[in-house]
């Protein structure tokens, strides 16, 4: 059992930065995919970002790319999202995620582990 708590998101105007973090319990953390998503109002919970368990493979939303960066401290048992240049597009709630299997990164079915989520709001 894993239990993820996000932090970091707040209110940020067009163009500022955020850093969501993720605090994992859980002694296995370190051989866990690690996923961020997000959800707007009205709309699917889509891929944001993952990683894998060393940090060596990082994946992206076309959305994000460029803008956002995926990492994690396994030390820590912690995975970070840098998001610069945010826009209002990116607004939503936050959701980390994390999967003991080392197959699919892209969607919800693929992380049996959620955190509460983390408001992220972009004024324009």
């Known amino acids: 059992q894993v239990r993820l708590v996000e932090s970091g998101g707040g209110l940020v105007q067009t163009g500022g930065s955020l850093r969501l973090s993720c605090a994992a319990s859980?002694?296995?953390?370190?051989?866990?995919?690690m996923g961020w998503f997000r959800q707007a109002p009205g709309k699917e919970r889509e891929f944001v970002s993952a990683i894998n368990w060393d940090g060596g493979n990082t994946y992206y939303a076309d959305s994000v790319k460029g803008r956002f960066t995926i990492s994690r401290d396994n030390a820590k048992n912690t995975v970070y999202l840098q998001m610069n240049n945010l826009i209002p597009e990116d607004a939503a709630v936050y959701y980390c995620?994390?999967?003991?299997?080392?197959?699919?990164?892209?969607?919800?079915?693929?992380?049996?582990?959620w955190g509460q989520g983390t408001q992220v709001t972009v004024s324009s």
């Open positions: 859980g002694r296995t953390f370190i051989s866990y995919v």
């Open positions: 995620a994390a999967s003991p299997y080392n197959m699919g990164r892209y969607s919800t079915y693929d992380y049996p582990y």
